[in-house]
């Protein structure tokens, strides 16, 4: 199945996509021409423009934080799930657990920042990769923080 054909003229996607990289390390690939179309379409009507070419040129201008907010808040992928991606995981549970809890005996702390969550699950997964298979940790401070790029 093809892609729409974006619209938006190459130096345009070259600014987004460079934009977008700068600000939250999300590489766009031109492939992904029609996603940033259909993701900033959106925002652009939202603020009054006709097209998204309009809404890359009031990028290009100084101090519009909030639509800068707006346009990488949409080009974010808020997806999230328990267990999501079993890989790291399980590469946490059978390495890096053990690994932290032999480094950090003396101190008896561990503390793990799962970024990229957006509404939380891969935390919730960690806090029961802990509970389920590291019951020597129950002495310890253990610090769990989530967080995510993307305000929704």
Not at 36 to 41: A, K, Q
Not at 54 to 76: I, W, Y
Not at 85 to 96: G, I, M, R, T, Y
Request: net charge neutral.
């Amino acid at each position: 199945m093809s892609q729409p054909t974006p619209t938006l003229d190459a130096n345009s996607f070259n600014f987004v996509s460079s934009f977008i990289r700068e600000k939250s390390a999300i590489v766009l690939e031109p492939s992904k021409a029609y996603l940033v179309e259909s993701r900033l379409s959106p925002i652009a009507r939202e603020n009054g423009m006709s097209s998204v070419t309009e809404l890359v040129n009031a990028l290009k201008r100084p101090g519009n934080r909030e639509l800068s907010r707006q346009v990488v808040d949409a080009m974010t992928t808020n997806e999230t799930s328990f267990f999501r991606d079993l890989h790291p995981f399980e590469a946490l549970k059978s390495h890096v657990i053990p690994e932290l809890m032999e480094k950090r005996a003396k101190e008896r702390t561990l503390n793990i920042w799962s970024n990229a969550c957006s509404s939380g699950q891969e935390v919730y997964t960690i806090a029961m990769i802990l509970r389920e298979n590291f019951a020597s940790l129950a002495g310890w401070r253990v610090r769990l923080i989530a967080s995510d790029l993307s305000s929704a």
